[in-house]
Antibody, heavy 121, light 107 residues
Framework: QLQLVQSGSEVKKPGASVKISCKAS????????VSWVRQAPGQGLEWMGW????????KYAQTLQGRVTMTTDPSTETAFVELRSLRSDDTAVYYC???????????????WGQGTVVTVS | VLTQPPSVSVAPGQTATITCGAD??????VHWYQKKAGQAPLLVMQ???DRPPGISQRFSGSNLGNTATLTITRVAAGDEADYYC????????????FGGGTKVTVL
């Protein structure tokens, strides 16, 4: 079935970096994009950014500009998010979600990864 | 900014109404996600009022003026969750935006 499978939990110290992967299955990776969304403990969903699976174009949330980089490896149908200079308030569950391949778009996030817990301590 | 009520309480079998407010939100497509603890978000309504495959007919949506609405009829215990609305902000850099979320409690 259509799915996104994410890498496992991470524990990092403040100031370190983390890189999470998200592997797509059973759909054409280059026909869609991937958004990254996180949820800190007790908080709501926060959109972090988007990357096109077709041309690698990106858009990032203004609050994360300069600390976040999203990439893809089409050969393995995998998307990655790297977050640098980690702080305690980056502790969250990070999700990838299938997204439109190009922006602007009105499409929804229709398939989600299982989530990756990142603890900064 | 998408404004949602923090919480909605509803008795089993009754109707839950969750709102998502923003200026001229009716000009944008609104999507709704159900988020249960320990689970990934689930798309329950897309493009204002289109149910994805597998979503119960008890879920319906509308979008008019400055308010989008997700309605759940005949609410059951399994509907207890946080619900988030989402749009793409077409006025700026086409960034994704979520509402603050609404906790639906089944009494």
């Amino acid at each position: 079935q259509l799915q996104l499978v994410q890498s496992g939990s991470e524990v990092k110290k403040p100031g370190a970096s983390v890189k999470i992967s998200c592997k797509a299955s059973n759909y054409t990776f280059t026909s869609f994009g991937v958004s990254w969304v996180r949820q800190a403990p007790g908080q709501g969903l926060e959109w972090m950014g988007w990357i096109s699976g077709n041309n690698g174009k990106t858009k990032y949330a203004q609050t994360l500009q300069g600390r976040v980089t999203m990439t893809t490896d089409p050969s393995t149908e995998t998307a990655f998010v790297e977050l640098r200079s980690l702080r305690s308030d980056d502790t969250a569950v990070y999700y990838c979600a299938r997204s439109p391949v190009f922006l602007p778009s009105r499409d929804a996030f229709d398939i989600w990864g299982q989530g990756t817990v990142v603890t900064v301590s | 900014v998408l404004t949602q009520p923090p919480s909605v309480s509803v008795a089993p079998g009754q109707t839950a109404t969750i709102t998502c407010g923003a200026d001229d939100i009716s000009t944008r497509s609104v999507h709704w996600y159900q988020k249960k603890a320990g689970q990934a978000p689930l798309l329950v309504m897309q493009f204002d009022s289109d149910r994805p495959p597998g979503i119960s007919q008890r879920f319906s949506g509308s979008n008019l003026g400055n308010t989008a609405t997700l309605t759940i009829t005949r609410v059951a215990a399994g509907d207890e969750a946080d619900y988030y609305c989402q749009v793409w902000d077409s006025r700026g850099d086409h960034l994704g935006v979520f509402g603050g979320g609404t906790k639906v409690t089944v009494l």
